[in-house]
């Protein structure tokens, strides 16, 4: 139904804006730093094999699939490269070698749960259903696997070989819900028929169906997003994730001399209306982006999971005290694989502080801040985190339950997006470099 936006949850408050904005600029700062010094320390192949040795307890694991319909998207800032079939082959073969390197050297490690993205890990969807089953043989039957998918690829004969390799969540690239909307938006592979015929083909088939939708291009209005919004909530999918644009540096640059942005300057009413569509239509929100009616999986693993492993190019990897990152091109992680069975490019030993913090950015990105979780798990280094987040919590209008905050006020959920956006840039900014320089 449309409308205008202005239904529904209470407005942003501007001082919530602002404070949103200040924690997002130190975020970004931050993040950056950490990408910057992690691009200066290429892995050590010997430390690299006794960080995942001695990896223990639950993590998810990562699987990057690099390979994308042509022509590429000009938003995503994911390592993707154009479909060639032949290295595609050879990708997934060192890929399956990956994964038994990484079964038999993390041992200990328990992996309830695969989160395959891209990429567009549907353009092969035979290829992945057979990597399903590899990777079903290494780290157990009752293996949890979510993956992404292209409208594409998706119709009645993709969804039941999907089923029958045990996919229990599927994520569509819908991105957007008009045609003139996708131009703009640079995502050209597909039309708007595409995606309403997968959206189809995979309702009622899968334990949770995800869509994706893209917001801030510069056309938006609170009305437009809003309406948008509504018609992607009430599509029939489990749940639909609302990401903003994320650009890496180059890309910001570029829109700032085009005087684009790289900001939309309403951006707080837009996601003020992705809010109120989301409760309009029964929706709540299960990240600051995911708008969900109680699904098992959500669109971001690193909520529940703060460890994770990682397979494949670009894919990152973070257990304790340790992350480490793939190589970025195709040809060297088949090259890498092949001589010593893993593909690290990139590893670093982490500190306390930047442990806690992105301990305490994923608890914020599942809305929700336990001070004596993070005080039980770093003691003394957690007490000034704590009295800080806590004091903007209860400004924000939250309150403590069981030991917990829960963001719910449009106010603090702007925060958590802003912050997470932020992250994830500078996460693009490590991409980005890393497919400039070949690492």
């Not at 449309?2 to 970004?28: E, H, T």
């Not at 290494?138 to 993709?158: C, H, K, M, N, Q």
């Not at 917001?215 to 029939?236: C, F, K, M, Q």
């Amino acid at each position: 139904m449309p409308g205008d936006g202005r239904s529904g949850a209470a407005k942003l408050p501007w001082a919530a804006v602002r404070l949103a904005r200040v924690l997002a600029a130190i975020a970004l700062r931050r993040a950056e730093q950490f990408f910057h010094t992690l691009e200066r320390r290429p892995a050590d192949p010997r430390r690299h094999v006794e960080a995942l040795a001695s990896a223990e307890g639950a993590h998810a694991l990562y699987v990057h699939m690099p390979f994308c319909h042509q022509p590429l998207c000009r938003f995503c800032c994911f390592v993707r490269y154009p479909l060639d079939r032949e290295m595609n082959k050879r990708y997934m073969k060192a890929l399956a070698a990956e994964a038994s390197w990484l079964a038999s050297t993390a041992e200990a490690a328990k992996v309830p749960l695969v989160y395959i993205g891209g990429g567009t890990p549907s353009i092969d969807v035979y290829g992945l259903a057979e990597l399903v089953d590899v990777l079903r043989s290494y780290f157990g039957r009752g293996l949890s696997v979510s993956t992404e998918a292209s409208p594409l690829d998706i119709d009645d004969e993709a969804v039941s070989v999907l089923r029958s390799a045990g996919v229990s969540r599927l994520s569509i690239g819908v991105q957007a819900l008009s045609n003139e909307r996708l131009r703009r938006l640079g995502r050209l592979s597909n039309t708007v028929e595409d995606a309403l015929r997968a959206v189809e083909a995979a309702r009622g088939r899968f334990e949770t169906l995800n869509i994706d939708i893209v917001w801030g291009i510069a056309s938006d209005t609170p009305e437009t997003v809003y309406n948008e919004a509504r018609r992607a909530l009430e599509i029939g999918a489990s749940q639909v994730t609302f990401y903003p644009l994320m650009p890496a540096p180059g890309l910001r640059k570029l829109l700032r001399r085009r005087r684009e942005g790289p900001w939309h300057p309403l951006e707080p009413r837009l996601y003020e209306a992705v809010l109120r569509a989301a409760r309009d239509t029964g929706h709540r929100p299960a990240t600051p982006w995911c708008m969900d009616r109680g699904s098992e999986l959500i669109d971001e693993y690193v909520v529940d999971y703060d460890r994770f492993l990682a397979i494949g190019l670009s894919a990152i990897g973070r257990t304790e005290g340790y992350i480490y990152v793939n190589t970025f091109t195709p040809e060297r992680y088949v090259k890498l694989v092949a001589e010593r069975g893993h593909a690290a490019a990139l590893a670093k030993s982490l500190t306390v502080e930047e442990d806690i913090l992105y301990y305490a950015s994923s608890m914020a990105f599942g809305l929700r801040w336990c001070p004596g979780q993070l005080a039980k798990r770093y003691g003394l280094w957690a007490s000034g985190l704590n009295a800080v987040v806590a004091a903007a919590l209860r400004a924000l209008g939250e309150k403590r339950s069981n030991g917990c905050y829960t963001l719910e006020k449009p106010g603090s959920l702007y925060a958590a997006h802003a912050v997470q956006r932020s992250i994830y840039m500078a996460v693009n900014g490590l991409r980005e470099w890393g497919m400039k320089t070949g690492a």
